[in-house]
């Protein structure tokens, strides 16, 4: 089993910047893509980013290619989500999660095993 701890939401204006936080425990993450998603009220879960196992290839939603930049460091177990330029529509509940397959590379909610309590992001305008 993996346990997953996001950290590092907050209240933000339009334009300024945040530093998400993923804490993986329980087992080694290094050989499985890890996830960033996020859900506003009254809409779907949706993919934000994805990193692969090595951290050597990241995939980005459009809304946020650009803007955000996600990275990992598997020696301490944690992802990372830099989100820069910050829009109102960024505001949604963000989730990390886990791939419990091995070398699979997926943008789905349904391809992702483990998921964090999420943390919320709020950028005003």
């Known amino acids: 089993q993996v346990q997953l701890v996001e950290s590092g939401g907050g209240l933000v204006q339009a334009g300024g910047s945040l530093r998400l936080s993923c804490a993986a425990s329980g087992r080694t993450v290094s050989s499985y893509t890890m996830g960033w998603f996020r859900q506003a009220p009254g809409k779907e879960r949706e993919f934000v980013a994805l990193i692969t196992w090595s951290g050597g290839s990241t995939v980005y939603a459009d809304s946020v290619k650009g803007r955000f930049t996600i990275s990992r460091d598997n020696a301490k177990n944690t992802m990372y989500l830099q989100m820069n330029s910050l829009k109102p529509e960024d505001t949604a509940v963000y989730y990390c999660?886990?791939?419990?397959?091995?070398?699979?590379?997926?943008?789905?909610?349904?391809?992702?095993?483990?998921w964090g309590q999420g943390t919320q992001v709020t950028v005003s305008s």
């Open positions: 999660a886990v791939d419990g397959t091995p070398r699979r590379v997926g943008v789905r909610t349904y391809e992702y095993n483990y």
